[in-house]
Antibody, heavy 130, light 107 residues
């Protein structure tokens, strides 16, 4: 059974960097058929997908336009986890952050993920306040 | 970005009722549409993927249909544990986007 375990601080001051880690159990972050996502939820913005990375894309990540200039999602294959880094946070970044796995398949250089976000981390409440 | 619009945003129903939630995409997403159940303080749970495929372990009273831009989630006979908020999400292409959510409450 695949499980994702999140860790990281829950309280930040404006301009600091948000860093969260998602440990993967029961699967490999280097799987050919999985992609690793970060999503957040806030009362003002609802659920907002932030980005993903996957091994088959040679770890090339896709990011939401709203955070593209300050986000980095990267794997650590030695620890079988992936991380989220969000720079220069403001109170607008206050939210519950989730990591999630999606599975799919690749044909040549193209990968398809039609099976939904089927495993989620437990969520981390992050508050940005001075 | 692809906009996802759910309706209704809230719904009151009784145990045993049949309920339907709709989700409309701002452009053709083929069948790349997923449905999640979310309860406060917990992670979302995948119910339906690819518009109509039931996720393993999810009760068969949940079903999904649709393709292109219009989709529905149906619960055939509501159980007490089904009162929650439901979200649709498109995975046709990044950036993935979610609907606003439909809060299902006990009448």
């Amino acid at each position: 059974q695949v499980q994702l375990q999140q860790s990281g601080p829950g309280l930040l001051k404006p301009s600091q960097t948000l860093s969260l880690t998602c440990a993967v159990y029961g699967d490999s972050v280097s799987s050919n058929s999985a992609a690793w996502n970060w999503i957040r939820q806030s009362p003002s913005r609802g659920f907002e997908w932030l980005g993903r990375t996957n091994y088959r894309s040679k770890w090339k990540s896709d990011y939401a336009v709203s955070v593209k200039s300050r986000i980095n999602i990267k794997p650590d294959t030695s620890k079988n986890h992936f991380s989220l880094q969000l720079d220069s946070v403001t109170p607008e970044d206050t939210a519950v952050y989730y990591c999630a796995r999606e599975v799919g398949y690749c044909s040549g250089d193209n990968c398809y993920f039609p099976y939904g976000l089927n495993v989620w981390g437990q969520g981390t409440t992050v508050t940005v306040s001075s | 970005d692809i906009q996802m619009t759910q309706s209704p945003l809230s719904l009151s129903a009784s145990v045993g009722d049949r309920v339907t939630i709709t989700c409309r995409a701002s452009q053709n997403i083929r069948n790349y549409l997923n449905w999640y159940q979310h309860k406060a303080g917990k992670a979302p749970e995948l119910l339906i993927y690819a518009a109509s495929s039931l996720q393993s372990g999810v009760p068969s009273r949940f079903s999904g249909s649709g393709s292109g831009t219009d989709f529905t989630l149906t619960v055939s006979s509501l159980q007490p544990e089904d009162f929650a908020t439901y979200y649709c999400q498109q995975s046709d292409s990044p950036p993935y986007t979610f609907g606003q959510g439909t809060k299902l409450e006990i009448k």
